[in-house]
């Protein structure tokens, strides 16, 4: 299983971004497809999950409103359209796969991408 996450950068406050996670070597319907993010000196944490078998999706609060996870079954890719973002999104953005029937936690995950960095400067 490889998951290969991209789009990361350097963006002012405000300003959007798009992740993407393509994902093989897994049954992709069969995951829930999530990001989690680790901010410099803190936990990693959940950020948003694209539910499988199924359009939901879960969002943490403090990026609900500004964040939209969405899932491409035919691509095998899972995006993250980032907007308004703000200083403290700064963090290394993980996508994962899971089949848990929860999904906010790290351990409901068994498939890790390498992680991509967005900065926000302000």
């Known amino acids: 299983v490889q998951l290969q996450a991209s789009g990361g950068g350097l963006v002012q406050a405000g300003a959007s971004l798009r992740l993407s996670c393509a994902a093989s070597?897994?049954?992709?319907?069969?995951?829930?497809m999530g990001w989690f993010r680790r901010a410099p000196g803190k936990e990693r944490e959940f950020v948003a999950t694209?539910?499988?078998?199924?359009?939901?999706?879960n969002y943490a609060d403090s990026v609900k409103g500004r964040f939209t996870i969405s899932r491409d079954n035919d691509q095998n890719t899972v995006y993250l359209q980032m907007s308004s973002l703000r200083p403290e999104d700064t963090a290394v953005y993980y996508c994962a796969a899971g089949q848990n029937n929860g999904f906010e936690l790290t351990v409901d995950y068994g498939y890790w991408g390498q992680g991509t960095l967005v900065t926000v400067s302000s």
């Open positions: 694209a539910r499988r078998w199924s359009s939901k999706t």
């Open positions: 070597g897994l049954a992709f319907t069969n995951y829930n």
